[in-house]
Structures are given as C-alpha cells and as structure tokens.
C-alpha cells in the first residue's frame, strides 16, 4: 500500500516533478502555453496523480507537495519566456490562508513575471469555502496572477461563480468532448456550455482533443485554446523546447 511515510519522502527528494502538456492556439496551432501535470516515479513504478494527490489532502501534505510542483514548474518554464504556464492547485491549498503569499513568494524567488501564471482550479471550493477562496484568488489576481476554472461543465459550477470570482479562462471537462462520439445529444452540450463562458466574456479552452473532429467542432463553437493527445501529450520539458524548436 501507498504510506504517507514514502509520499513525504519524494516530496522532499524531488521524486515528484512536472511534465507539461501543450496549450495551442485554436486559430494557428501555434503553442501558447503549457499545463504542469505531477508525475511520481515511485519505487514500485509510475504512481498516477489521481492517486497520490487525494493521499497528499488526507495527510496533510498537500501545501507542501503544492508548494514543490509550484516552484519546479516555474523554475523550468523561465526558459520559455513566451509561453503561459498553467498549474494546478488544489482547493484545500486555496484554502490555506498562507496560499497567496506562498505563490507571490515564488514567483519573487524565481523572477517570473506573475502575469504568465495560470492557476487552475476546479469548482468545488467555490462553494465549500467561498471566502477564503475569494481572499486568496483576490489578493493574487491584484498581482496580475490569472486564474482558470478546470473541469468545467462536468459539476456544478453556476454562472454566478463563474462572474463573481473572476475567471480569466474556463477549460471545458474533457468528459464532454469525449461525449460527441458518445452521446446523442453531446454536441449541442458541449456548443451550449462553450456559449455559455463566451456570453460572459470568458474566453474558453478544450481538453482532452484526441482527433481532429473534435479539433474542428471545438474551433468553430468559439474555443480559443485546445489542449489534448492530439495537439501533444504530457512530456518533459526537453521534449518542449524541440516543440518550440520546430514551430519557429
Ligand atoms: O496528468 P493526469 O491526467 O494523470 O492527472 C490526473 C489528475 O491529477 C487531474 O485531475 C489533474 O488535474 C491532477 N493533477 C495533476 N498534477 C497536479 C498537481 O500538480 N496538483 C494538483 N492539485 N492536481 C494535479
Ligand atoms: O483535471 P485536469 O484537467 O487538470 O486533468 C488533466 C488530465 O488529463 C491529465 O492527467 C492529462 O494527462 C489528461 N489528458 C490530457 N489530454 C488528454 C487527452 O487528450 N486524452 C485523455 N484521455 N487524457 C488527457
Ligand atoms: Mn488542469
Ligand atoms: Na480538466
């Protein structure tokens, strides 16, 4: 079984680290930004963040592996000066009062300018605490920090959350994208929850894009932005820097 005691471990050793997947512009292909995504390499192999992320918010380690996929991702993307860098963050560190000044102090550290940041977070703080969540999203955003809502149209996230916390982006849920091959009615969702953040100005990234009809439906229902297999899966940053190699 996964112990705290070996998550604590590769926190501290560095034995989780970043891959970053390609955000691309809808319009030209051209990448615009990355997404970092936590890989653990553990003793046994490959542990999935799915996995050891809801492990590290039961046991209390979730600031401090937040903490560490925060610096590592900035410190690699000062290297591509113009690209975005989203990063995920879990509702409980939004909740930790000590959040905005952990991030502020980062990007200070590292030099990097608070404007090429993407914080990426999903619904469910919004409603479990929404004042604290406001505070921190706030205080950041006065930095010029920008904030995404991830997994968006799979929960519950209502319109009024969506204007009230200001978000710059939404990414729609890969689940609806998945469900144009599935489902009857799946594209007129999916259109409709796209027209939905564009009425209210948010511009709207897809994820999950893994064949090119659904690169040509998304682009045409108004996403600026498409994440997925298909533009580039999750790699090392090496692997980014031939990207932008190959694209200029
Ligand atoms: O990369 P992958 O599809 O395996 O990620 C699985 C889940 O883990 C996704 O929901 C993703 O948002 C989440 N995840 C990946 N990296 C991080 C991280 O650094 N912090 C948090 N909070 N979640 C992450
Ligand atoms: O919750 P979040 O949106 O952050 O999760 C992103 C997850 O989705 C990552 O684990 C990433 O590896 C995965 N992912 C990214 N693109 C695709 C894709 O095209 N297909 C599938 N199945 N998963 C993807
Ligand atoms: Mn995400
Ligand atoms: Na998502």
């Known amino acids: 079984a996964l112990l705290e005691s070996d998550l604590r471990a590769a926190i501290a050793s560095g034995a989780i680290t970043p891959v970053f997947q390609p955000l691309v512009s809808a319009v030209d292909g051209s990448m615009h930004g990355v997404e970092a995504l936590a890989r653990w390499d553990g003793p046994r192999g490959q542990i999935s963040p799915e996995v050891f992320i809801p492990l ?8 401090a592996l937040g903490r560490h996929m925060l610096v590592t991702s900035i410190a ?15 509702p409980l560190q939004l909740c930790s009062p000590d959040f905005s000044h952990m991030v502020s102090t980062a ?12 914080l990426e977070i999903t619904e469910g703080v919004l409603m479990s605490n929404p004042d604290q ?10 930095i010029g920090v920008r904030f995404a809502l991830d997994d968006f149209g799979c929960g519950y996230a209502s319109i ?7 978000f710059d982006r939404v990414k729609i849920d890969r689940s609806l994208v998945t469900a144009l091959e599935e489902k009857s009615n799946g594209e007129d969702v999916l259109k409709a ?17 893994e064949n090119l009809h659904q690169a040509q439906i ?22 980014i820097d ?5 694209q200029a």
Do not use: H
Request: aromatic share 6%.
């Open 242 to 246: 031939i990207q932008l190699l190959e």
């Open 160 to 166: 009024g959350a969506l204007r009230t916390f200001g």
């Open 107 to 118: 990007l200070e550290t590292e030099g990097f300018d608070p404007k090429r940041l993407t």
């Open 56 to 63: 590290a918010e039961k046991a209390g380690l979730i600031d």
């Open 133 to 142: 969540a406001r505070r921190s999203i706030n205080a950041l955003k006065t």
């Open 218 to 239: 998304l682009r045409a229902a108004g996403c600026d932005q498409l994440q997925g297999y298909l533009m580039g899966r999750p790699m090392q940053a090496g692997e």
């Open 76 to 90: 690699q993307a000062r290297r591509w000066p113009d690209l975005y860098l989203s990063v995920n963050v879990s």
């Open 193 to 209: 929850t796209i027209l939905l953040a564009i009425a209210l100005d948010i511009p709207v990234t897809a994820e999950g894009i």
